[in-house]
């Protein structure tokens, strides 16, 4: 997750200085970062399961990964829509698009504290 929002926070530096040559490791790095957590947090949540129900811990994976996506799409819209009487629509196009980097970028990092809590509970002392 920390490794996801350090890739986050990467596209708003990316969007301001409009690069696109920058985005390329930036979004190796946000895809590295999904990769660290999301085989790793299935394997939790499956591993936490009796074989009986593993159906429908399948099923809950995919409701929750689609209602994060559905959440997502709705924030996004939500902040692309904001309107900055001050700036032209190219600039607040940016600026919306940089703010909605940035909320992610902190809903990511937000996400680090739950997965690094299950690992001190876990035992294992290292921030995934």
Known sequence: MAVTALGILGLVAAVRLQSLWLVVPVVIVIGVGCAFFAAPNNNAIMGSVAKRHYSLATAMIGTV??????????????VLSLDWDSLTEMEE????????????????????FPSWAARLKKGDGNVG
Do not use: K, P, W
């Open 65 to 78: 990964r689609l209602v994060g996506q559905v959440v997502s799409v709705a924030i996004v819209t939500m």
């Open 93 to 112: 196009l940016v600026y919306n698009i940089e703010l909605s980097f940035i909320v992610f970028t902190v809903l990511c990092a937000i996400g680090v």
